[in-house]
Structures are given as structure tokens and as C-alpha cells.
């Protein structure tokens, strides 16, 4: 059974270009977490999709932000317009239950 | 709101030596528990958790952990660390409310030397 999966693994952009992230949970979770961690920070989290529906974005930090899941299989979380702030680490995470996450690698976020 | 404190932010062993990782949480309604692990260059995994029933909880790779409810803790343990158990470890609590959102602690770099 293949993992969560995440692309890119890394990505440099420039303060005000736009970046997407992509997450491919695990086949059949209908559970879609996005969390992030910020250089010597904890693991915060961003949002949760329950199939294509947000169940809760309160994690996610200002209207520059914008997540979707499309069909309810893969999520993207797009950063527009990046600032420096937003580096860090974002992870996605899939679940079929409520009380077990599988995550992906992460994407190494770097905004210069 | 709930929040999650990992005592240490950097361990170093000896290879053989015990490990004990303190966790404590503050949320005074029931919770579960969790530890998860991240390997240099892998993802985070599931190490061990704790939902109900026994306090002591066998995870993967020797680690167990214990449930103190009075004390809000939830410590990290191993007899022996080997080499490989080089990794980050992060301590985490889901409310028991079906809400299933995890609280994480800023995670302890644990270095084992041979």
C-alpha cells in the first residue's frame, strides 16, 4: 500500500510569487490533514478535509492561504503571495479513522 | 486550548543507556496520546498510542510509555537506545471528542552515539 505522498519535496521562491503544494493521501482515507512546522517551532496545525469538504481551517493562518481537495482524493495548499514568514515545513497527513494520521515526507518550504 | 510540553529539546546517549522522554499536556477533558517518531530523511511515524485501558503502552522498535492521568503525563521510555533510534521525537493529544486534530510538542532530538 503505497504512503502519503507530497510534492515537491523542496521548493525556493521569491517573497510574493506563488507556490502549490500537492498532498495524495493514502487510498481510501477520507481524512486530509495539512500541518506546519516552522523552523524551531512545533507541528501546528492548518486544516482538515473530511472527503472534499473543510471540516476545520482554523489553523490556517491569514486569507493568503487556500486549500482544496479535489474529489475528495488529492489536496493542494496554495501560498499567494508567499512571504518570509511562511517557510517551514508542511506536512499532510491521511487517516481512515479518526484517531490514527499517516504522514507524508513534507515540503520544504523557503521564501527569500 | 490545549497545548503539549516536551521537557527536553536535545538528548544525547551512549549507546545501551535508558531513555526517558518527558510529555505533559494541559486540556482537562479526556484525551489521546500520542508519540510519533521522524528517522533523519523519513516522514513522521506512529510510535506508540494510548487511547483507553492499561496506563502502560507498548509501542514499535522497545519503546513503551506510560499514561499518568493525575500528573497529565504521557513519558517516553526505553531501556536500551540503540544507534538507530537516532531520530526526533514528538509527543501529541487528539481531544476525545471526535475531533481528531493533533496538538503537537516542539519534539526532542535524540542523539545516540555508538
Known amino acids: 500500500e503505497a504512503g502519503v505522498t507530497q510534492f515537491p519535496s523542496h521548493s525556493v521562491i521569491e517573497k510574493g510569487q506563488t507556490v502549490t503544494l500537492r498532498c495524495d493521501p493514502i487510498?481510501?482515507?477520507?481524512?486530509l490533514y495539512w500541518y506546519r512546522r516552522v523552523m524551531g517551532k512545533e507541528i501546528k496545525f492548518l486544516l482538515h478535509?473530511?472527503?472534499?469538504?473543510?471540516?476545520?481551517e482554523s489553523g490556517m493562518p491569514n486569507n493568503r492561504f487556500l486549500a482544496e481537495r479535489t474529489g475528495g482524493t488529492y489536496s493542494t495548499l496554495k501560498v499567494q503571495p508567499a512571504e518570509l514568514e511562511d517557510s517551514g515545513v508542511y506536512f499532510c497527513?491521511?487517516?481512515?479513522?479518526?484517531?490514527?494520521?499517516?504522514f507524508g515526507p513534507g515540503t520544504r518550504l523557503t521564501v527569500t | 486550548a490545549q497545548s503539549v510540553s516536551q521537557h527536553n529539546h536535545h538528548v544525547i546517549l551512549s549507546e545501551a543507556a535508558s531513555l526517558e522522554l518527558g510529555c505533559n499536556y494541559s486540556?482537562?477533558?479526556?484525551?489521546?496520546l500520542f508519540w510519533y517518531v521522524q528517522y533523519p530523511g523519513q516522514h513522521l511515524q506512529l510510535l506508540l498510542k494510548?487511547?483507553?485501558?492499561?496506563?502502560l503502552v507498548k509501542g514499535i522498535k522497545g519503546f513503551e510509555a506510560e499514561f499518568i492521568k493525575s500528573k497529565f503525563s504521557f513519558n517516553l521510555r526505553k531501556p536500551s537506545v540503540q544507534w538507530s533510534d537516532t531520530a526526533e521525537y514528538f509527543c501529541?493529544?487528539?481531544?476525545?471528542?471526535?475531533?481528531?486534530?493533533?496538538?503537537f510538542g516542539k519534539g526532542t532530538m535524540l542523539l545516540v552515539s555508538p
Open positions: 494510548y487511547f483507553s485501558g492499561d496506563p
Open positions: 478535509f473530511v472527503k472534499e469538504s473543510k471540516q476545520d
Open positions: 497527513a491521511s487517516s481512515s479513522t479518526i484517531y490514527e494520521q499517516y
Open positions: 486540556y482537562g477533558g479526556t484525551v489521546n
Open positions: 501529541a493529544v487528539t481531544r476525545n471528542s471526535g475531533y481528531s486534530t493533533l496538538t
Open positions: 487510498s481510501g482515507h477520507d481524512n
